[in-house]
């Protein structure tokens, strides 16, 4: 009984999924030091070598290791190093005005950056910086599908939030995205609409942060819209089974054929009623 099963699944599993030979290449050397002394880290990468072409790889393990360096303690009146890094932003415009920076500590994450004016007599959410990586959220769905017409959003949720200092970049297929109807939302999701069947493709999202990066793809899956004409007027349907309008496009349901989704034939009882009777 489980041979249909395991046909099905290979025929619904799309091409790019099916790869062999995926191995990494040799490590490259390691980068600069991330500090001069008082232990600082340094990167390495890898490259996947891979027949994919649709931007990833199924080669199994990390692509950037880290080990420790210069590990010597600084000379005696050398500036902390939290202290340095929050001066980088001094006379920096912040709501408006110009500040020089100080780091301070918070007790429930002591290891995130947080720096503060250096004239400030109180530490505030108005009057605080915070520094540190920047990450997409990877639990949201990687492939959305769409109707022609319609409006929808690709997830890119970026923490901490784009700011001044992140760049979300986002291209189709390697083609820079225009603004004209994609439009960047305040948690780095994209809002893209109205669609076109020729948006369909890999879209990448890129947040970067001085010298800390994070990317995933999404795919956009789109289908024109045709419009069912509605012959059957004189069917028998319950004057209970009614269609929502204002809740959902019925004749978009029918048409994608998602009658058969309990959720959806929910607010289109009688188009989908009428839909399943001429099919029947």
Known sequence: MLLPFVILQLLLAPEFTVSSGDHWDSWGPFGECSRSCGTGVTARTRRCITRRTDGGHNCVGPDKSYRSCNIQDCPEGSKDFREE???????????GKRYNWLPYYREENPCELNCMPRAAQQIGPAASLTLGGVSIDKSDPDSVEALAGQTIVLPCRVGPPPSSTITVVRRRDGVPLSTHRHHQQPNGSLLVGPVMKSDS????????????????????????????????????????????NELANCKLIVYARLCTNQYYSSFCCASCTKHSQKSS
């Open 85 to 95: 890094q929050c001066s980088q932003f001094d006379g920096t415009d912040f709501q």
């Open 201 to 244: 493709g890999w879209f990448l999202c890129l947040a970067t942060r001085q010298r800390e990066r994070d990317h995933r793809y999404i795919y956009l899956a789109t289908a024109e819209v045709r419009v069912i004409k509605d012959s059957l007027q004189g069917e028998d349907v319950s004057p209970d089974c009614v269609d929502q």
